[in-house]
């Protein structure tokens, strides 16, 4: 198939939704416009491995692959290692899917389709656009994602309408040149990705999709997001050399190396 799709699933402590979203490729539909699946195991201390393993062992694709990180990476890390991977094996395009079953693969897969990703270097789920639908998620959480979209749009001058869904679709190629390698390894990856996006004039589109939570924990509390979102914005506005030189990691490494255990 001209140009190649990897689903990439970052998994930590995920032994609950892991299978569900394994599952979730296993339809015709999803095959068709998919060619491989990695799983990106970071270090879980529950059974997430196993529950993987087994996931993609029900799974028909040409390639599937289980990388066990050397180190917690946290998830921003996580992508690096999916990343190499995807640029090592060959693939054009990478999907971002979180491995605790709170979006689904069907809302990406008309798009994949027509082919509407071929003419993108980034084609990002957005929570918050029209379209999109919200399941137990609080109306403040709802609001202050709103605020927050609306501070990063204006600070860069394009509409974004989600700073960081899980579900998200990446030219490999885009990068080429290492820009993503020193943005933070956590959570927040996505924040810094989303401004090196727009400021290296990347051809970037939003997509609606529903977003659930359910049985998952969510980590990214709001009260330390906020704030962490506020310092990024602060040192973006004012310093903006300085933000896109700065290597924003807590531990900053070489490289980023995992183990395939399946
Ligand atoms: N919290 C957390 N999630 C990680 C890490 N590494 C990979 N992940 C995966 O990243 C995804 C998003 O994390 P989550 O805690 O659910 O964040 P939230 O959904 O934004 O509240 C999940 O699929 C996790 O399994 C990590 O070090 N910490
Ligand atoms: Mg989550």
Redesign the pocket.
């Known amino acids: 198939m001209d140009g190649r799709v990897l689903v990439f699933?970052?998994?930590?402590?995920?032994e609950a939704q892991i299978s569900r979203v394994l599952r979730q490729l296993e339809t015709d539909e999803v095959r068709a416009v998919i060619d491989g699946v990695l799983c990106?195991d970071?270090r879980s201390t529950d059974g997430t491995r196993d529950a993987a393993k087994a996931g993609l062992n029900q799974l028909d694709y040409a390639e599937t692959a289980l990388l066990h990180n050397d180190d917690?990476?946290?998830?921003g890390g996580?992508h690096k290692v999916a990343i190499d991977f995807a640029r090592d094996n060959g693939y054009d395009y990478l999907v971002v899917l979180?491995?605790?079953d709170?979006g689904s693969i069907t809302d990406l897969v008309p798009h994949l389709r027509e082919g509407r990703h071929k003419t993108l270097d980034f084609l990002m789920g957005a929570r918050f656009m029209s379209g999109s639908r919200l399941e137990g998620y609080s109306l403040l959480r709802t609001a202050a994602n709103h605020v927050f979209n609306l501070i990063f749009s204006a600070i860069s001058g394009q509409r974004l309408h989600d700073l960081?869904s899980?579900l998200n679709l990446f030219r490999t190629a885009a990068f080429e040149d290492g820009f993503h390698l020193k943005y933070a390894d956590?959570?927040t990856f996505n924040y810094y990705l989303i401004l090196g996006i727009v400021r290296k004039r990347f051809r970037l589109d939003f997509f609606p999709l529903t977003w659930r939570e359910d049985d998952?924990?969510?980590?990214?509390k709001l009260g330390r997001m906020g704030f962490q979102l506020l310092r990024i914005i602060g040192f973006r506005l004012f310093l903006p050399g300085q933000f896109f030189a700065a290597d924003h990691r807590r531990t900053p490494r070489q490289s980023y190396p995992s183990t395939r255990i399946a």
């Open positions: 699933i970052p998994a930590y402590n995920c990106v970071n917690n990476y946290g998830l996580s979180h491995g605790d709170q960081g899980g956590d959570l998952q924990v969510s980590n990214a």
